[in-house]
């Protein structure tokens, strides 16, 4: 990190060893971890979520080197870990539960600090996910210019039996990406984002070059289940689908229909050929997050047997405007 370069130290009211933030020894990187993926009422991760998120850092290549701490003496009590993601945005993971009354300065002066980090390297976009109960967290992140983007629905259904053939394609011209239909999907994912109620604050924040680019590191990248529907030409909709490493799920990445063709059912016969895009890979069901204010979105998906698994709050901040000064 290139503001918070140095240790700060802070003694706390009570007297004692001093508050410090700085990066992580190698020794302290399952305890820190143990805090980061632990609850909002203070419970610490389990050894298998750790292990899983283990697995999920090497698999990204997540830079363990970039985790920071707060700390009293050999105490763990917060701790920061910056990942950049393609598209120009970052994630920042980070505990639930707040720190300690007196080290909140000290907390939020990490996350400033690695937005600063990661500012200086053209990201452009900073994000947090908080458990719904996650309040007093939110109201750190909140001082260092997080806004509130929306609540995330997780949703998971399982396959369904018999799932093998896709939907009969009605007068529909079915594209999959490539080169030639690059241009293609940029237009319509584009136009998909027209009076979308899937996140609308993130409307015109981010290039389609970086949302493309996004979209093709989640999961893995399988240009053959990017699919476009054309009508005489005129795009439909998106289907974005890509398998889930290491599962036997895969995740719908993005599913958008271009405002002329909502309400005809388009979706329905896109949520079939998905489970059955599922089916022929072996995989035994589907996952997504969707915008709790989505509700045709989630209409369509509890229509497919999908089911709430949990949500999170998505807080944004935009490292192009305002002060990335450690405060």
């Not at 050894?47 to 990204?60: G, I, K, P, S």
């Not at 452009?124 to 609540?151: K, V």
Request: include cysteine; charged fraction near 20%.
């Amino acid at each position: 990190m290139r503001v918070l370069s140095n240790i700060f130290g802070l003694t706390d009211a009570g007297g004692g060893e001093p508050l410090q933030s700085r990066v992580a020894g190698e020794s302290e990187h399952i305890e820190a971890l143990r805090l980061i993926l632990g609850s909002d009422s203070g419970a610490a991760a389990s050894d298998n979520q750790v292990v899983d998120f283990l697995n999920f850092c090497h698999a990204r290549d997540v830079d363990l080197g970039r985790l920071w701490i707060v700390c009293r003496g050999k105490r763990l009590l917060w701790a920061v870990l910056p990942l950049k993601c393609p598209g120009k945005t970052m994630l920042l993971f980070c505990p639930q539960s707040p720190p300690p009354m007196e080290a909140r300065d000290l907390a939020a002066a990490m996350i400033q600090d690695a937005c600063a980090h990661d500012a200086a390297d053209n990201v452009h976009l900073a994000q947090i996910l908080l458990d719904p109960g996650a309040e007093q967290t939110g109201q750190i992140i909140a001082r260092c210019g997080f806004e509130r983007l929306a609540e995330l629905i997780y949703l998971h259904g399982s396959v369904p039996a018999g799932c093998k053939t896709q939907p009969a394609l009605p007068a529909w011209n079915l594209l999959h990406y490539q080169p030639q239909t690059h241009q293609q999907f940029v237009d319509a994912i584009s136009a998909s984002y027209q009076q979308s109620l899937d996140c609308p604050a993130l409307s015109g924040r981010r290039d389609m070059a970086d949302v493309i680019e996004g979209h093709q590191a989640a999961g893995q990248y399988d240009p053959q289940l990017w699919t476009l529907l054309l009508e005489d030409q005129k795009p439909l909709g998106v289907l974005i689908l890509a398998r889930i490493a290491r599962s036997a799920l895969m995740e719908l990445v993005y599913l958008g229909l271009c405002p002329e063709a909502r309400g005809r059912g388009i979706g329905d016969w896109m949520m079939n050929y998905a489970f059955c895009a599922a089916a022929a890979r072996q995989c035994q069901g589907l996952s997504l997050a969707v915008d709790a204010i989505n509700k045709p979105a989630l209409n369509l998906y509890f229509r497919h047997g999908m089911r709430r698994l949990c949500s999170k709050i998505a807080w944004m901040r935009d490292l192009r405007t305002g002060d990335l000064a450690t405060p």
